[in-house]
């Protein structure tokens, strides 16, 4: 969120630096009249809310001095949470907008999209409440997108479902083309028992396998990946010290070949879990977040805050333990589904193969 105050002769004068500066999407947590040696002037605080910056890694690779960077964004937040959150007057809302906007409450969603979702429905009293609410998400439906490159690096906290989620994914494209080269890569060294599982289902799926270990792989992957349609790729768990672009050039020796990187998320986690993965996870070649075990979470307001924290769409849905039948592509109407209903989307994924 940026967070700035403007002044000048008129409240006309400084709307309109406002205007120019944050765009027309600018909130007002205040505004005050001066009289400085007997002329009046206006001061007017505004903000606006963006999603997070790449974070560096000569920042995060210390250990400190990503806890220092979360403490100073946690005091910054809460200062103007205590700001703005009293300003959000929900008696000026119509009862089904009100309606909505408790039901996202207790689902979680952050005060801040909160505070936005309340200025647009102030706004645009008479508008439907859907399209009202369509840019608080952003979607991008992984089947039906032209990816720029062939390689997917899928990347999450341990025991978010990675490997499952990419032998739904790949068991997935073979069933709609059964002639596609798709090619099943394992970079995690540390489970021996990932690995059996993966190479099983990729030798039963007439999939390609391979192991990466060493950096000369990691290297040869690029010129590999030529040979085939798609090539997914197995992440293994971020340590605790390192953002994930620090950890690719660790992996890679500073080579990585040109690929997407899929976040894996839950809403299982907790705010704080997902703030701290969504902010080490959050890296240069970032396309999308995948949301897995939907039927394990209670509520699924991180959704939302995380999409708006960091900028990604989502991609995928993973809606049971099953490999068949448990992805789904989402759209926007499964996501106010879930949150307003509680309802799991359609795997319509492999039924309509």
């Not at 560096?56 to 703005?84: C, F, N, T, Y």
């Not at 290297?219 to 340590?239: G, H, N, R």
């Not at 897995?292 to 769409?313: F, M």
């Not at 991609?315 to 926007?332: A, C, M, Q």
Request: charged fraction near 25%; include cysteine; glycine fraction near 4%.
């Amino acid at each position: 969120m940026q967070v700035k105050t403007f002044s000048g002769p008129s409240t006309t004068e400084v709307m309109a630096q406002i205007k120019a500066e944050l765009g027309p999407d600018a909130i007002i947590l205040s505004s005050q009249k001066h009289i400085r040696q007997g002329v009046p002037y206006y001061e007017i605080m505004a903000a606006l809310d963006a999603p997070i910056p790449e974070p560096s890694p000569r920042k995060l690779q210390s250990h400190d001095g990503l806890r220092e960077l979360k403490d100073e964004w946690a005091v910054l937040r809460k200062q103007l949470m205590a700001i703005v959150t009293p300003q959000i007057d929900l008696e000026i809302l119509n009862p089904r907008q009100k309606l909505v906007f408790e039901c996202l409450d207790r689902e979680g969603v952050s005060q801040d999209v909160l505070m936005k979702l309340w200025d647009t429905f102030r706004r645009f009293p008479d508008s439907p409440i859907l399209a009202t609410m369509a840019n608080l998400i952003h979607i991008r439906p992984w089947l039906e997108t032209k990816w720029t490159h062939p390689i997917h690096y899928l990347a999450g906290p341990s025991g978010c479902g990675k490997s499952s989620t990419l032998l739904r994914l790949a068991l997935t494209m073979k069933k709609k083309d059964p002639q596609a080269r798709i090619l099943v890569v394992n970079a995690d060294n540390s489970q021996g028992k990932g690995r059996l599982y993966l190479r099983h289902y990729a030798e039963l799926s007439d999939l390609s396998y391979r192991e990466l270990d060493t950096p000369e792989q990691w290297q040869a992957l690029e010129e590999d990946a030529q040979d085939y349609d798609l090539v997914l790729v197995d992440m293994p768990s971020l340590p605790h010290n390192l953002n994930l672009d620090a950890w690719l050039d660790h992996l890679s020796g500073g080579l990585l070949p040109p690929g997407q990187v899929h976040v894996i998320l839950s809403p299982v986690y907790s705010p704080k879990q997902m703030e701290n993965f969504i902010t080490r996870l959050c890296c240069k070649q970032a396309a999308s977040i995948i949301w897995t075990k939907l039927d394990e979470a209670c509520n699924y307001g991180e959704i939302l805050n995380q999409t708006k924290r960091s900028g990604l769409p989502a991609s995928l849905f993973s809606v049971g333990p099953e490999l068949k039948n448990t992805l789904v592509e989402p759209r926007e109407n499964d996501i106010w589904k879930l949150l307003l209903r509680h309802e799991l989307p359609t795997t319509q994924l492999d039924s309509n193969l």
